[in-house]
């Protein structure tokens, strides 16, 4: 089997709202494609496979039928093989496993992965109840008005009922997503100001949502679009190019729709989400790394709501199960931390253009392993990790991403993890 290497890519502004500009998701694919080729160096006719993440297509602007957009809207692509995938907010990851799975079967060796979304069609409460098809529908969405912050605050009620839970400290992970943000020149909240009151039990500043929950606990509905293009080694060989990024192991696993059914699956078990952790486990496996974090330079994880994010934080390894708020407090996970998290704001402070979110924390992750973050960069990352869930954790894909270092190198850093 081949490897796969990210070649290059591209991100949207997620700040924009595409229905304001008198654009579609036709103009945002368009958009995403050009600039990720741009990126890559690469021509539309090297292209020998596309694979386009969406969540919720049709559901927001009626347009379906996604896998045929790139070659709908740029000449060049068309003939090129494509397809769509759908996995809620792991779409592009499972795309970009998709795309995987053909570099190393020898099928293609030059691949373009997207992920696009346009949430901002409908008022916001008709947007949000329109993302309850990612959750059990009529199982579990039945007279919930808001079902994400409703299931994600049963998750805090979870970790309140097995460890005890103190609320300042999923207030204390939104303020670092979204002070976070501030650096990110495509982050959704960039341009947002937001006092020392907005982090608190205010509830003008910071009403509640939902239990647990306040406003800045929660992620918004965003517009975007991001763009890789995954190559062979033979691929690089042959054309006399350096990659980004090396992806060196990759973790996934699907559960049942419903929260309650997970939580049933996992009583007894030290952690949560014991399928998340395994997922984690076996992307490290997989990079030739032991189970412990050591080794991981940065994470970008999923805070579509703050308890997913305190959630990851213990089943990624930083604390025991249960003592993520020790992460909280003792800063591990700031930007200058012992283990960064989401250093570029994540999904509370950078958007979460649902399809598109996987592909966005890889690309994240190739930023700064490659260190080209900017002013959002972690000093000397040379390994990241990722953990994207899709709906209340049903499908979980993870990746290990290193800096492009030769074979030998990376072997080399491999065995001294």
């Known amino acids: 089997m081949d490897d796969t290497w990210i070649l290059g890519g591209y991100q949207s502004d997620f700040a924009r709202t595409l229905a304001k500009e008198g654009a579609d998701i036709a103009d945002l694919t368009a958009e995403v494609v050009r600039g990720t080729l741009a990126d890559a160096s690469v021509d539309p006719a090297q292209i020998e496979s596309i694979h386009v993440g969406n ?187 350096t990659a980004r990024a090396f992806v060196a192991g990759w973790g996934h696993s699907t559960v049942g729709l419903g929260l309650a059914q997970k939580l049933e699956h996992s009583e007894g078990d030290p952690y949560v989400m014991p399928h998340v952790r395994r997922a984690i486990l076996d992307a490290r496996a997989r990079a030739g790394m032991s189970e412990a974090i050591t080794g991981i330079d940065v994470v970008e994880t999923h805070d579509c709501m703050t308890p997913s994010e305190y959630m990851a934080i213990d089943h990624l390894g930083i604390t025991a199960p249960g003592e993520s708020w020790k992460a909280v407090e003792q800063g591990t996970i700031l930007r200058d931390g012992a283990i960064p998290v989401n250093p570029g704001g994540g999904l509370i402070g950078g958007g979460h253009p649902v399809g598109a979110t996987g592909a966005r924390m890889l690309l994240d992750a190739t930023a700064q392993v490659s260190e080209s973050a900017g002013d959002h960069q972690v000093p000397g990352a040379r390994r990241a990790q990722t953990l994207n869930i899709g709906g209340s954790t049903a499908t979980t894909v993870s990746f290990v991403i290193e800096a492009a270092t030769t074979t030998q190198e990376r072997d080399q850093v491999r065995t001294t993890a």
């Open 55 to 241: 969540a919720f297509g049709q559901l927001y602007n009626g347009q379906g039928h996604l896998g045929a957009m790139p070659a709908s809207v740029i000449d060049e692509l068309w003939g090129v093989p494509a397809m769509r995938h759908e996995a809620a907010c792991a779409s592009s990851s499972v795309a970009v496993l998709s795309a995987m799975a053909e570099i190393e079967a020898g099928r293609y060796d030059c691949v373009l992965v997207l992920g696009v979304e346009q949430e901002k069609t409908m008022p916001g409460p008709d947007a949000a109840r329109t993302q309850q098809a990612a959750a059990w529908v009529g199982r579990e969405t039945d007279g919930v008005e808001f079902i994400w912050p409703a299931t994600f605050d049963a998750l805090a009620s979870e970790y309140d009922r097995r460890f005890g839970l103190d609320d300042s400290h999923l207030r204390a992970i939104g303020e670092v997503n979204l002070r976070n943000a501030k650096d990110n020149p495509r982050a959704q909240t960039r341009t947002w100001e937001l006092g020392p009151e907005s982090f608190t039990e205010d509830d003008r500043a910071n009403p509640v949502v939902a239990g647990h929950l306040r406003r800045n606990d929660c992620c918004q509905i965003t517009d975007g679009g991001v763009g890789l293009v995954l190559v062979s080694s033979g691929w690089l060989e042959r054309n006399s190019r």
